[in-house]
């Protein structure tokens, strides 16, 4: 997979959802103070190629404990962001013994609310799609960054103009990105990790604006994953990391600052 390393430290590794390692720009500067920070594509995202074989939420997360193992990364921190949340929850059940932070993870959801899921964010990047030479024009305004991200952002007028017209461009840029979203509505939805079982910290974090996975699957991601902690973003959308970059720094350093089991 297409990576990018920054700053110096311990690692700590980014996983992002439908979009591509850029999308981790607004905060990557300060954990890079601190981190060596690295950003991956994941497979069919960014510049990594896409897998030879099906596209799930396992088969992403296979190709992602292949990269840690070629890296020797060993049990390095993991943040994740939406899909990349739920997979970085998944190395933790599988028994990843690095910290991990999962921030607004897909996989919690209810039927309808999976439903719900495809039908508003899919036909919306068909939009997107269909749109791509508005994009730069759209996205220079506040209005047009409000028309075209408030699915995803509790503030999007207030975002760069050159972070939205990146992320929007992924969507019509990531050969797997029909087959992930396939893959969290129609796949199975994410297990959870007995009491006991986690060999590192995890810390589950949400937007209590998020419109696109709903504040209140939180309550299933704790049951599920009972020894994690829950942490809140007050006037936050689904990206923490965009809508509150520098609560978002604090809790990625201060979850992952400890070695797994202290």
């Known amino acids: 997979m297409h990576s990018v390393r920054t700053g110096s430290g311990k690692p700590l590794l980014l996983i992002h959802g439908i979009s591509n390692l850029h999308n981790w720009d607004p905060i990557v500067p300060a954990l890079a103070r601190e981190r060596t920070v690295v950003a991956v594509d994941l497979p069919g995202f960014g510049e990594s190629e896409a897998l030879p074989g099906e596209v799930t939420v396992a088969s992403l997360t296979d190709a992602v404990e292949r990269f840690i193992a070629d890296e020797g990364l060993g049990d390095v921190d993991v943040v994740g962001s939406s899909m990349g949340a739920r997979m970085s929850l998944e190395l933790a059940r599988r028994g990843h013994r690095g910290n991990v932070v999962a921030l607004d993870p897909g996989g919690f959801w209810t039927d309808r609310q999976v439903k719900l899921f495809g039908t508003t964010v899919g036909p919306s990047i068909a939009v997107v799609r269909r749109i791509q030479p508005l994009l730069p024009a759209l996205t220079a305004s506040p209005v047009g960054r409000t028309a075209l991200l408030l699915q995803f952002s509790a503030k999007p007028w207030r975002l760069p103009a050159d972070l939205v017209l990146q992320e929007l461009r992924n969507f019509a840029g990531s050969p797997s990105l029909d087959e992930a979203m396939h893959a969290l509505v129609h796949g199975p939805k994410q297990q959870g990790a007995p009491a006991g079982s986690l060999g590192g910290r995890v810390v589950i974090g949400w937007g209590r604006n998020d419109r696109v996975t709903a504040p209140s699957q939180a309550e299933r991601a ?24 520098r609560e978002t720094e604090r809790l990625i350093l201060e979850s992952t600052r400890q070695a797994p089991g202290e």
């Open 222 to 245: 704790a049951q599920l994953f009972p020894d994690a902690s829950l942490h809140w973003f007050s006037s936050c959308g689904h990206f923490p990391h965009w809508d509150r970059p």
